[in-house]
């Protein structure tokens, strides 16, 4: 072979191994979102529907997403998981509290996926949690809530009782009585993410208790706003605007975006620097935020809510500074001093002022 053909024969090879170089380069992640529920046009699923769709169209070709609804918590979820691992997903975002310990376990054993967990408190090196400050909202409705309720007599229908439901009610309580020390607070669980029936048949029993004011904590339905615009009373919404289930007598919708977190998720994966950590969105980055206020709250109503809105973002107000007790009237919270995000992490007790139980 002559030094010309031996040329042409390397120049050759090199531009294969370019081409498959390149192919495997451009292959891309493969993200799955699992999710407990079922996917509404509202609600929690809805939310990070709204990311994972977002995703797609600002990293187009890089990554492909799919999503499994729908699968509940404990062993089914972890085959699901391992399924999707075995199926080279290179990153999996686990939509459910329940599917921490799971989520952890598989996490530990292939290192070279990464994983993403809503709400947890447990991290990893390829492990990461993210969760938001749902309480700074709740205040705000609260403080709207406590100034419009004629009764005193507000309720919540709560999901199920973990620490992130458990504050976000408190949060509500604190608020509304900061504003009508003599407001109180009922609380039924349904115990359960998504179970429309349930939901309507609490609002029904609150509504009969004389409740004026209804809020939904958590749940992936509409159904707790739907049955408070029939009934004319004010309400409350979580994770998405719900204006179109209640057009007259919705408040306010407190609402979350993951688009920013998971996006800098991705760009992390993609470029080998993901690190477990956790993450908390608030009123200050806007990754917790409250859809605009029914036309019918008067102004200065409005008014002392984005006043609590801006002083919370700016840290000038903690929605559980002390002093601060709790049901039973032991301190939680000594003046000039507030609880930290360990203790609102962990909080399984109700406020002074609400009415129920947190289920053990």
């Known amino acids: 072979m002559s030094n010309r053909e031996l040329r042409k024969a390397l120049a050759a090879m090199l531009t294969g191994v370019l081409l498959v170089g390149s192919a495997v380069a ?137 620490p992130d439901v458990v504050s976000t009610i408190n949060a509500f309580a604190v608020g509304a009585r900061r504003v009508n020390p003599a407001a109180t607070v009922k609380v039924i669980w349904v115990n359960e993410w998504y179970n429309p029936g349930r939901e309507r048949e609490a609002a029904q029993a609150l509504v009969g208790q004389g409740v004026d004011v209804l809020g939904s904590a958590f749940q992936d339905a509409p159904a707790v706003v739907q049955y408070a615009e029939s009934k004319g009373v004010w309400t409350i919404g979580m994770f998405s605007d719900v204006s179109r289930y209640a057009p007259t007598k919705l408040l306010t ?19 080998g620097t993901f690190k477990g950590a956790p993450y908390l969105a608030s009123l200050k980055d806007k990754g917790v935020g409250l859809t605009p206020w029914n036309k019918a709250v008067p102004a200065s ?40 995000d360990q203790e609102i992490a962990g909080m399984n007790w109700f406020v002074e002022g609400l009415q129920g139980s947190v289920p053990r």
């Open 253 to 271: 919708s407190i609402t979350h975006d993951w688009t920013p977190y998971l996006r800098q998720v991705v760009n992390d994966t993609l470029a």
């Open 26 to 162: 451009a292959d891309p992640l493969s993200i799955a979102f699992l999710y407990q529920s079922p996917v509404d046009e509202v609600g929690w699923v809805a939310q990070h529907e709204a990311a994972r769709k977002q995703l797609e169209k600002e990293f187009g070709p890089r990554i492909k997403t799919h999503l499994i609804a729908n699968v509940k918590v404990g062993p089914d979820g972890g085959r699901v998981m391992r399924d999707l691992v075995d199926n080279k997903n290179g990153l999996l975002v686990l939509g459910s509290f329940g599917y921490m310990d799971e989520g952890l376990k598989l996490a530990a054993e292939t290192p070279k996926v990464n994983f993403v967990h809503a709400s947890g408190f447990k991290q990893g090196p390829n492990f990461g949690t993210y969760n938001a400050r749902w309480y700074e909202g709740a205040y705000v409705a609260g403080v709207v809530a406590g100034k419009m309720t004629k009764s005193n007599s507000l309720g919540f229908v709560g999901a199920v009782p973990i």
């Open 301 to 340: 109503v409005v008014e002392l809510a984005k006043r609590a809105e801006a002083d919370i973002a700016a840290g000038r107000l903690h929605p559980f500074a002390g002093p601060l007790k709790d049901s039973t009237g032991k301190q939680r919270a000594a003046g000039g001093a507030a609880l930290s």
